[in-house]
């Protein structure tokens, strides 16, 4: 009996520090599948993001397959409802139980941050194909990104603006860390090119309310307003902004790229004509590889236009897929290492995963919503090629 109790004791021990450490695949995994963990804001006030990111992950499988490295994939998706702790949740979950190799999605910085410690107990290489804050990467050295940094799109806006006649600004940001990255960037850099900033306002993230906001802003009278709020929130700033008359007014709007998100263009309006943003991505971008790649997203979901959550997923299973190839389907360390330094042309045009700082590196373009067929788009005016997140530059 007491040998029972102690080895009922030893089980519940070893049971215990597997959920402490969240130890996973590379350490439990015995089947012949390679499993990713694919956390997503699914319902919620983000939904819209986890279901690009969802679409495109689907769609990278179903065009190459769901065997690789001599394993079955297997796609795990959660919905984290856009909730930090969910996120961590879910993440212990997936690797504990269900032993997933990879660790991917990830919609907001927070929901990121909150599972950097499990991506490093457990040494799982997670993948963050949306979270744009510089420091994401320096959360865990498990963390690759496939999305982009909002220093690397604001700072060549600041560029932008300064040469084109824009010498006075309010900037509007969400008050969450990409936000403040968005704001203390593109200040930095505007001021640096001779600009001034009149002032800098900060939005609450959730149920934002712009319009006190906007006021100040037309009270100020600045030649343009700079702004960042998360992808699927520009089309009620954009309302708001066209309610008080600000286009009228002579208010310019300069953006970072996911004000004027592609899902979510078509519908803002002519107030949305003549804005200027900086990304990385447009689904209007004029290369083959784009081409073929918003008609088959476009197919499997309803005509949907691929924004660029999207893509941020797509090259994500793209660097997934290649680094199992390489492993013959092994996690943890070796997949990591697999991962760093890929180099490939995606739909965004060419992408380098940095060995270094294990950072996406790409072209940035400066774009103009302009009608094109009837439709709104954000057509690329100009191409800064290779940019590295200037906050890893900078350290």
Do not use: C
């Not at 190459?64 to 984290?80: A, C, M, P, W």
């Not at 107990?121 to 982009?148: D, G, H, L, N, W």
């Not at 906007?214 to 700033?237: E, H, M, N, W």
């Amino acid at each position: 009996m007491q040998k029972r109790h102690l080895l009922h004791a030893g089980v519940r021990a070893v049971a215990a520090a597997a959920l402490t450490l969240g130890l996973g695949s590379t350490a439990f995994a015995q089947d012949n599948s390679f499993k990713v963990g694919l956390i997503l804001p699914l319902t919620g006030p983000f939904a819209s993001t986890g279901k690009q990111l969802e679409a495109a992950a689907r769609l990278y499988i179903a065009q190459n397959g769901d065997s690789v490295g001599g394993k079955k994939l297997q796609l795990i998706v959660k919905d984290d409802t856009g909730l930090p702790e969910v996120s961590k949740r879910l993440a212990q979950e997936l690797v504990v139980t269900d032993k997933v190799q990879v660790l991917a999605g990830f919609g907001l910085t927070p929901l990121a941050m909150a599972t950097a410690p499990i991506a490093s107990q457990s040494k799982t290489p997670m993948v963050v194909m949306a979270a744009a804050t510089a420091s994401i990467t320096e959360a865990s050295p498990y963390i690759v990104r496939t999305s982009f940094t909002v220093p690397q799109v604001v700072t060549v806006l600041a560029d932008w603006a300064a040469k084109n006649n824009i010498k006075k600004v309010v900037t509007l940001v969400t008050d969450y860390a990409p936000g403040v990255d968005s704001e203390t960037w593109f200040n930095q850099r505007f001021v640096a090119q001779g600009g001034t900033v009149v002032e800098s306002l900060r939005v609450p993230l959730r149920n934002p309310d712009f319009a006190p906001f906007l006021q100040k802003v037309r009270d100020i009278k600045p030649d343009a307003l700079f702004t960042f709020v998360p992808s699927g929130v520009g089309a009620a700033l954009m309302k708001q902004f066209s309610e008080r008359g600000m286009d009228k007014a002579g208010i310019r709007v300069i953006a970072e790229g996911s004000v004027t998100d592609d899902d979510i263009l078509d519908g803002m309006g002519e107030v949305a004509l003549g804005v200027v943003s900086t990304h990385h991505y447009s689904a209007s971008h004029n290369s083959p590889t784009n081409k073929a790649f918003v008609e088959a997203f476009g197919k499997a979901n309803g005509g949907a236009r691929p924004n660029f959550m999207a893509v941020g997923a797509y090259d994500g299973m793209h660097v997934i897929y290649d680094a199992a190839k390489a492993t013959k389907g092994e996690g943890g360390d070796a997949l990591l290492q697999a991962m760093k330094g890929q180099s490939f042309e995606s739909p965004r045009g060419p992408v380098l995963i940095d060995p270094q700082t294990r950072d996406v590196v790409h072209n940035i373009y400066v774009r103009k919503v302009e009608k094109v067929g009837g439709q709104l788009w954000n057509t690329e005016m100009q191409t800064f090629t290779a940019v590295k997140d200037p906050a890893k530059a900078a350290k």
